[in-house]
């Protein structure tokens, strides 16, 4: 069976499944952000460590149901179908030399060291590798494939090509093993969302928004395992992944730290901010929009309905445009998103409003539709996006509503200050 | 963003009179993607000059000259006789890529033209390969 075929697009709500497992598209600036997020919050070593076990719990997760869709039993065939898929979804090809025992593994073409190298590596010196997703899988594979259980197997990245290495290496070795977690797959997601509603300029928005989903449907690595696209390298990414390194570090802050809690919650919402910067903002931008939409308008209207299509083509959920008025105040809704599936059927109920991707994305969305001059071709750099965002604050952004809490539907506002 | 470097404009027989720029795009991958931007309409000289077979008039003189456009289907296939293999088209865009990868994309609504130099190119190298792709397009417009 055809990678391809283990997908499915739930349409009403704009997202997509991968053998069952969710799937979402995120480019390379907000995968290295999300990480140093994450490092930041909880410190280097720590950070690596929750990074590499979301990867590893999320990808056990993902392989698992497409060894079982495929009926994939040996050995030799889950290892290749798992690079398969990896280099599918523009994460890196990678080969594994592993048995029950660990192994290694190796790549020259991850998504994340060979991105860290293009976008800092002529400017910044790093110590410390950054494949911690693959490490999370070479894990997961190898315990799969050999019915091992979960966390039989640890992987540590030894060499990396943001170290300056030639290419990127892993070390197997057995491992403690941990519990299970549960699954988040398409049934658990489908209990996490409500019935879709129409927003502003719906019409435009749904087929634009299902021209994406279509374009991506042809997205897939090269034979490096790696997607050049919309001029930036894309992926297809588990929010598993994203959720839990999110709020693992929130709640150990919590748990740590409480007097943090407000600037580690700033930070993650400041990784939605930087997709919308750049991933948005480069699909908006790119010759596969204007052949796909046309050339970008610049009137703010149609520049925040562009953006919700686009959260809505990446697989992000069904996000609409409630209220709109420019320069003053935006309301977001959402009867769906990726954070909410995992963040209910992991810790349950929360008692206050979480879904810090959706609060930055929001803000961001009104500050790039108001104020940034799209058809005078910006140039979307590190110092454009610190002028938008680290100056004088323009917004606020506050989250009124959120199914995480038990609420019916989850809502963004955005006022000017 | 000042061109990198301009073309003359192209000579009899071919279109009107009409520069070529190739400036860096929009993007954040380090000197990867390159532009130019060819004009959906060209109106011709009043000499008619810029009409290769004398067809379409526009000799001075006789009422204003009409529009032409770039031939995109004959562009199409002159840069497949040079080599390039033809890609899936995304909505408007065409795309034809060398066999390195590199990249052309070209909008014909809007004239644009992105010049998408494969990742695997060094960095130090990707303005010459962008220069050539440049060169391979600019030969493919005055292709007879």
Known sequence: ???????????????????????????????????QTIDDALGEAEGARVRTTAAHTAFRELLGAVFAATGATTPAERISLATEVFAWMGQGRISLDVSSAGGRARSPSLHYGFAWREKYGARVKRDEPTDAVAAGFAAATCELAFDLAADAITATETRCLATLDPECEFALTTGKG?????????ATVRRYVIPPIRGLDEDRVAAIASGLLEFMRAVQGDERGLVAAFNVFVTAHLPGYYNETVYEAVHHIER?????????EALMREAGQVCVFNTFGNVLLSPEWEGLVGPVSGVPTDMMSFCTAIARGLGFG????????????????AASNYEVPFYRTRYGVAKKPRSYFVQGAAL?????????????????????????????????VEQTRCVMRGDNLSEYVVDAL | MPAMSATPALPEPGPAAFRLALTREVTCIRSLAWRTDLPVAIERSETGGGDPDGSAGGAGGRGPPPLRGIDWPRLGAALEAAGLVRRPPVGAMQRFATARGDELSLIPTTGRVQLRVHYTVPEHERRFAAERLFQLLFHALRRP
């Open chain 1, 1 to 35: 069976m055809a990678i391809e075929d283990l997908r499915e697009l739930l349409a009403e709500q704009s997202l997509t499944f991968l053998a069952g497992i969710p799937y979402v598209y995120h480019c390379h600036h907000y995968n290295l952000f999300h990480d």
């Open chain 1, 364 to 396: 961001a969305m009104m500050l790039l539709c108001e104020t940034v001059k799209w058809t005078e071709r910006p140039q979307l750099t590190n110092a454009y996006y610190i002028d938008l965002f680290r100056g004088k604050p323009r917004y606020r």
């Open chain 1, 318 to 333: 069904h996000w609409l445009v409630h209220e709109y008025e420019p320069r003053k105040r935006l309301v977001i809704q």
């Open chain 1, 178 to 186: 941990h519990l299970s977690r549960p699954p988040v797959d398409e």
């Open chain 1, 256 to 264: 740590t730290a409480p007097a943090g809690v407000a600037a580690a």
